[in-house]
């Protein structure tokens, strides 16, 4: 209708880089007189895409791993999947409570919401959940520091211990940062304790970064914010931008225990998408463009803007994430931390997208205002964003509280 907006949703994560950036336009131009479609076969700039992939892991990985190539979030943690229970032998795979991994097959028995898994059951067998690191909503209703990560250690302890039901694990498949569960933040021991007791136990620990990855959180990796190096990382959105372009990159050692063949597909080889992202991983890595460093500190400035407006609001419990992963969590109550009856906040998000603002909310109450613009966005775009998000709450505290 000709309306303008200031898109707090890229994409869902995905135009890390902005939207129909000239970069990656004219890169598709010049792809397009050379070759499009290409099955999952070798040609240079699949190649290309490949050692580029390796160039930019973390830890461990980084230069010593491969990549398997899919076009979808669902399709990359099949991947994961299949490709641990080759590797270890073994049947179970273990995940946390709040986690969205996709809607297909083992990603949909492995993620937790109730909309998502509604009348497809029974599940691939052997997927256990655990608590994720949610300090605002405790599972035995602690307080952090004072808990001691209790929720890290139970699971340690249950995959660790006897008797507890869990015995042939080949897989932890995690969230660094919660998206569809609720941008949840988890406390800085939460990961290390996670991959001390996958590495006990002899787990592969998979980090799943298709929302929090490509530098979305101020890091070109999420978890590189816990010093944890992941035995595999799942990636997506933002590295294919405006194409569909995922996959999984995990170590070389693993080559060889994979059946040859086991894995084909039609589309994850499209040269389009492969130099979609190659350039979106040129222009996310400039060091003058500075896309990252800009998350961090633009970041850090809107959310002390939330921080400030939740010591007044009536109805804002909690603000977390980093860089340009943000998240507002509203509540009936402060106290008790009830959050308001069901559709209540996006009657919310539906008056600010009257107001020109697009936003999705998520969490497991649906009471999660999250806030994940282009990296490109200005300073000037995203704190009006938040100034018109704040105003909507400000004006609809009554019926939220009631």
Not at 48 to 58: C, G, H, N, S, Y
């Amino acid at each position: 209708d000709g309306n303008i907006f200031i898109d707090m949703t890229g994409g869902l994560g995905v135009n890390n880089i902005g939207h129909h950036h000239p970069k990656v336009v004219e890169a598709v131009k010049r792809q397009a007189d050379i070759l499009m479609h290409a099955l999952d076969v070798v040609h240079p700039t699949r190649t290309a895409l490949a050692m580029k992939m390796a160039e930019i892991m973390p830890g461990r990985l980084k230069n010593n791993c491969f990549t398997a190539f899919a076009t979808s979030g669902s399709g990359a943690v099949e991947l994961a999947v299949k490709f641990a229970k080759q590797i270890k032998r073994k049947p179970e795979i273990l995940v946390f409570q709040g986690a969205y991994h996709g809607v297909y097959g083992h990603s949909n028995a492995m993620t937790a919401s109730y909309h998502y898994r509604e009348g497809y059951g029974p599940f691939v067998p052997g997927v256990t959940f655990f608590p994720y690191g949610y300090c605002y909503r405790c599972f035995i209703g602690a307080e952090y520091p004072k808990c001691g990560v209790a929720c890290a250690h139970y699971f340690d302890y249950v995959v660790n211990g006897p008797y507890t039901g869990v015995y042939e694990p080949a897989i932890c498949v995690g969230e660094p940062i919660q998206g569809e569960g609720g941008y949840i933040d988890p406390p800085p021991e939460f990961w290390p304790i996670i991959k001390k007791a996958c590495e006990k136990a002899g787990i592969l620990f998979a980090s799943d970064e298709i929302q929090a990855g490509f530098g979305r959180t101020g890091k070109l990796w999420a978890i590189e914010h816990w010093g944890v190096e992941p035995d595999m990382i799942i990636w997506g959105k933002g590295v294919g931008g405006d194409q569909p372009v995922t996959g999984v990159t995990l170590g070389r050692e693993h080559y060889d225990k994979l059946i040859t063949g086991s894995v084909p597909a039609t589309f994850p080889g499209n040269g389009l998408a492969m130099v979609t992202a190659l350039t979106n991983i040129e222009i996310l890595t400039d060091p003058e463009a500075d896309l990252m460093g800009r998350a961090t500190r633009i970041g850090e400035y809107i959310k002390g803007m939330l921080k400030d407006a939740q010591k007044d609001s009536k109805v804002i419990g909690d603000v977390r994430g980093k860089g340009f992963m943000l998240s507002v969590e509203v509540v009936k109550d402060r106290e008790t931390k009830e959050p308001p009856e069901q559709g209540k906040c996006a009657g919310v998000m539906v008056k600010m997208i009257q107001r020109g603002v697009l936003n999705f909310v998520c969490g497991r109450n649906g009471n999660v205002f999250r806030f994940m613009p282009p990296l490109t966005i200005t300073k000037e775009y995203f704190e009006k964003a938040i100034r018109i998000f704040l105003e909507t709450l400000k004006e609809e505290e009554d019926n939220l509280t009631r």
